[in-house]
């Protein structure tokens, strides 16, 4: 059974730092894995979408890398602001027929003025 | 463009009343459709996925069910409602292996 987890849990961090959210999966047969952002009360923003045959992903000042064969992925944010708050998910996509999507329980990451 | 429209907003009912939380999806054909839910302060738990009308997967036993009676239109039930059916409940589409997920507003449910 597959199962993705989120280290660490909360993460509060100075503005302008750069920072690293980890995700690790149980089983490396995924089709992609997915990085979201979550403000409170709010729905899922996707913010990286990596297909199980790339390494990395970039859009603006975020990176995400996958290693499918040890099963992580890390998002990298570089030169954090206070508008980055929220909580970052990350989800595999897996199943026989590519269509379950699990969700790691995410990072509530806070940026101090 | 495709769009994705969930209600109600909130909704808040008491313990052993029935739940039905609606879902529909525009501007696509046969979307793989999801719903999940979210406790205070957690991740996201699959409750259902659908790869077509009529074709309910279930993740998690429980007093919920789901129904997808159009292509477009996916439900998410309950005849008796517990206190700890209490949660945010997202409804997503994707259009099929490979691609992303995107997600509804979300429903808050409490249960009193």
């Known amino acids: 059974k597959q199962e993705v987890t989120q280290i660490p849990a909360a993460l509060s961090v100075p503005e302008g730092e750069n920072l690293v959210l980890n995700c690790s999966f149980t089983?490396?047969?995924?089709?992609?894995l997915q990085w979201f952002r979550q403000d409170p009360g709010k729905g899922l923003t996707s913010l990286l979408l990596?297909?199980?045959?790339?390494r990395e992903q970039t859009s603006g000042r975020l990176n995400a890398s996958l290693d499918k064969s040890s099963g992580r992925s890390t998002l990298y944010i570089a030169a954090s602001q206070p508008g980055d708050s929220a909580t970052y998910l990350c989800?595999?996509?897996?199943?026989?027929?590519?269509?379950?999507?699990?969700f790691g329980s995410g990072t509530r990451l806070s940026i101090r003025p | 463009s495709q769009t994705i429209h969930q209600w109600p907003a909130t909704l808040v009912q008491p313990v052993g009343s029935p739940l039905s939380l609606e879902c529909t999806v525009e501007?696509?054909?046969?979307?793989?459709l999801y719903w999940y839910r979210q406790a205070a302060g957690r991740g996201l738990q699959l409750l259902f996925y659908?790869?077509?009308?009529?074709?309910i997967s279930s993740e998690v036993p429980q007093n919920l069910s789901a129904s997808r009676p159009q292509d477009r239109q996916f439900i998410l039930s309950s005849k008796k409602l517990l206190l700890s059916d209490s949660g945010f409940y997202l409804c997503?589409?994707?259009?099929?292996?490979?691609?992303?997920?995107?997600f509804g507003e979300g429903s808050w449910l409490t249960v009193v």
């Open positions: 989800a595999v996509r897996t199943g026989s027929s590519a269509s379950k999507i699990i």
């Open positions: 501007g696509t054909s046969n979307p793989n």
């Open positions: 659908s790869v077509g009308i009529g074709q």
């Open positions: 089983d490396s047969a995924i089709y992609n």
């Open positions: 990596i297909q199980s045959s790339q």
């Open positions: 997503a589409w994707s259009p099929g292996a490979g691609n992303t997920i995107y």
